[in-house]
């Protein structure tokens, strides 16, 4: 069955440091989300992405954060100056249908530790 | 915004029984899905019922809906060690994108 593959899947950082996290999305999925888990917490939505270009975001994806799709099969989030608060396990997914009829598939995640 | 909301938080249930979690939320909605997490994994797609449907089966598992409620609820019959997991509901609305609830923790002893 297709897999959404993420890398790393642990990742420690020092405050301050940019981080990339990497996504290998279902090969024919068009729509491509990142969320993020603080532990012990909800799965809280960052981003959505389509067409090259985002298509929704939340308003904890400030300007820290950025994501991009650089080679057609990857897709990326980066986090530019960390802080402790983004400690978090970091799930990306697709699908291939916006409005989510079929359901999302995701990630085993990245869990960020930020110290 | 609208978003799902588990009640129990927590459930601790013996092999064999029947697990019962409920889901309400705000807003109309487009569709509700189920999705299961093992301690520290990820999130795993378990059943999307439509606004327009009310019951839905798949193996061991049973959704309904209730719109007029702003309710969801899951059943997993006959559940196993294997079933302990968190089990989140998720809404999507509109255009917008999935929107997670707390979640429940279930706990399934041999």
């Known amino acids: 069955e297709p897999e959404v593959t993420q890398t790393p899947s642990h990742q420690v950082t020092q405050m301050g440091q940019e981080v990339i996290l990497r996504c290998v999305p279902i090969s024919n999925h068009l729509y491509f989300y990142w969320y993020r888990q603080i532990l012990g917490q909800k799965v809280e939505f960052l981003v959505s992405?389509?067409?090259?270009?985002?298509?929704?975001k939340s308003e904890i994806f400030d300007d820290q954060f950025s994501v991009e799709r650089p080679d057609g099969s990857n897709f990326t989030l980066k986090i530019r100056s960390t802080k402790l608060e983004d400690s978090a396990m970091y799930f990306c997914?697709?699908?291939?249908?916006?409005?989510?009829?079929?359901?999302?598939?995701f990630g085993s995640g990245t869990r960020l530790t930020v110290v | 915004s609208q978003q799902g909301e588990e009640d129990p938080q927590a459930l601790s249930i013996q092999e064999g029984e029947n697990a019962t979690m409920n889901c309400s939320y705000k807003?109309?909605?487009?569709?509700l899905q189920w999705y299961r997490q093992n301690s520290g994994r990820g999130l795993v797609h378990l059943i999307l019922i439509r606004s327009n449907e009310r019951e839905k089966h798949s193996g061991r598992l049973r959704v309904t809906l209730d719109t007029s409620k702003k309710s969801s609820s899951l059943l997993i019959t006959a559940s196993r060690a294997a079933d302990t997991a968190s089990y989140f509901c998720a809404t999507t609305s509109g255009y917008s994108t999935l929107t997670f609830g707390k979640g429940t923790m279930l706990l399934v002893s041999p």
């Open positions: 807003t109309s909605i487009n569709n």
């Open positions: 992405f389509y067409n090259n270009e985002i298509s929704e």
């Open positions: 997914a697709s699908s291939d249908e916006s409005r989510a009829n079929y359901g999302y598939t």
